[in-house]
Each structure stands twice: as structure tokens, then as C-alpha cells.
């Protein structure tokens, strides 16, 4: 299976603050990679797919880059509904694995 | 509107079997693949496999084989995850996820509100 680790586990920021969060995957998996929000309580949603690519409806804050093995979500400017669980997955091939989450809470 | 929605909670007891269901709308079901994500209670996402309803074609997680069943009935634009004996630690929240076109590398691009499995004695 292909094992992916996202850092930080958490992190606090503020209102404005641009916020950076990785994930390498433990083989190159292309371009399948894509970017997962979860908010408490809610089903997870797409932001971004295939490395860079925003899922239609999401905010131009938020932007992804990398190849190969390592990857990299952006929020230029943290905004309060940004405040949730991030999720990378390759989907490369099966298991489609998820990183662990980056838990992004309020300084 | 294209939207996937699923089934309600459920409390089962150890060994009972159980069926949850996530049915799809404003979309042809056939033309995309449904999935099926695992979250234990405050924890991670995981992926638990994935089937074609066109055919019932299945990917399963190999660290699940065997200990769920995906099926589907495309008449009824319906996805199935199934357990013949439930255990304490399938309790989870089970979310079914349309899984878009190799364009969209794969990605899960609609998902289900997701389904409450308690496994209690």
C-alpha cells in the first residue's frame, strides 16, 4: 500500500495568515493526488484533485502544488470558515489511502 | 441537484448483521463509481473500496477483505455496505462518496452525510 504523511499534525494560525501543509507519499503516485476538507460533524469535501486543480465553488485562497512524492495545500489568507481537517489521498491506485489529517484550530 | 444520500443510524449489537444503503440522484449512477470511506470515532479518513454499479464490479482494501460486502442495484440507483457479523470496533461513521472520472484523477467529488454505525453489547 502506498503510506501517506501529511505534517503537521495541527497547527494554530489566524484570521489572515497563510498556512502551508505537506504530504509525501511513500512512492510517486503522479499526479493523483488530491485535497479533502472536513469540518466537525460534516462529510468530508473535495477541494482540490489532481495536485492543483480547485474543485468548482472552492475559494481561490486555496491551492495546491507538488510532484512526484511530495505535495502542498496553501490557504493564502486564513478565513474563519477555514478553521477545520485537512486531508490529502493519492489515488493512484488501491488503496486509495488518506494521510493522517492536519487539524487547523484558532491562535 | 446531484447528491448522494444515505441510510440513518444504527445501534446493533456484537455478531448482528446489518445493511446500509446510499442512494444517488441528479446523475446517471452508471457512469461513475461509488466508495465507501470508514471514519472511527476522532479519527482519519479510510478508504474501504470502491464499486461500479453498472456491472457490480468491486475494489476492496485488502485490510478489509471478507469483512464487508459492496453491492449495488443500479434499478434503484442504490449502493450497499453490508456486514454479516458485526464487531465492537466496526463502530464508525460510514460515509459513500461518487468517485468522479480519471480526469478528476479519481477523486471522491459528491459524498453521502454519512452513516452511524454503534456496535454495543
Known amino acids: 500500500d502506498i503510506q501517506m504523511t501529511q505534517s503537521p499534525s495541527s497547527l494554530s494560525a489566524s484570521i489572515g495568515d497563510r498556512v502551508t501543509i505537506t504530504c509525501r507519499a511513500s512512492q510517486t503516485i503522479s499526479t493523483y493526488l488530491n485535497w479533502y476538507q472536513q469540518k466537525p460533524g460534516k462529510a468530508p469535501k473535495l477541494l482540490i484533485y489532481a495536485v492543483s486543480s480547485l474543485q468548482s465553488g472552492v475559494p481561490s485562497r486555496f491551492s495546491g502544488s507538488g510532484s512526484g512524492t511530495d505535495f502542498t495545500l496553501t490557504i493564502s489568507s486564513l478565513q474563519f470558515e477555514d478553521f477545520a481537517t485537512y486531508y490529502c489521498q493519492q489515488s493512484y491506485s488501491p488503496p486509495r489511502t488518506f494521510g493522517q489529517g492536519t487539524k487547523v484550530e484558532i491562535k | 441537484e446531484v447528491q448522494l444520500v444515505q441510510s440513518g443510524a444504527e445501534v446493533k449489537k456484537p455478531g448482528e448483521s446489518l445493511k446500509i444503503s446510499c442512494k444517488g440522484s441528479?446523475?446517471?449512477?452508471?457512469?461513475?463509481?461509488i466508495g465507501w470511506v470508514r471514519q472511527m470515532p476522532d479519527k482519519g479518513l479510510e478508504w474501504m473500496g470502491i464499486?461500479?454499479?453498472?456491472?457490480?464490479?468491486?475494489r476492496y482494501n485488502p485490510s478489509l477483505q471478507g469483512q464487508v460486502t459492496m453491492s449495488a442495484d443500479k434499478s434503484i440507483s442504490t449502493a450497499y455496505l453490508q456486514w454479516s457479523s458485526l464487531k465492537a470496533s466496526d463502530t464508525a461513521m460510514y460515509y459513500c462518496?461518487?468517485?468522479?472520472?480519471?480526469?478528476?484523477?479519481?477523486?471522491?467529488?459528491?459524498w453521502g452525510q454519512g452513516t452511524m454505525v454503534t456496535v454495543s453489547s
Open positions: 462518496a461518487r468517485q468522479g472520472d480519471r480526469s478528476r484523477t479519481n477523486s471522491f467529488d459528491i
Open positions: 441528479g446523475y446517471t449512477i452508471t457512469s461513475y463509481w
Open positions: 464499486i461500479n454499479p453498472g456491472d457490480s464490479d468491486t
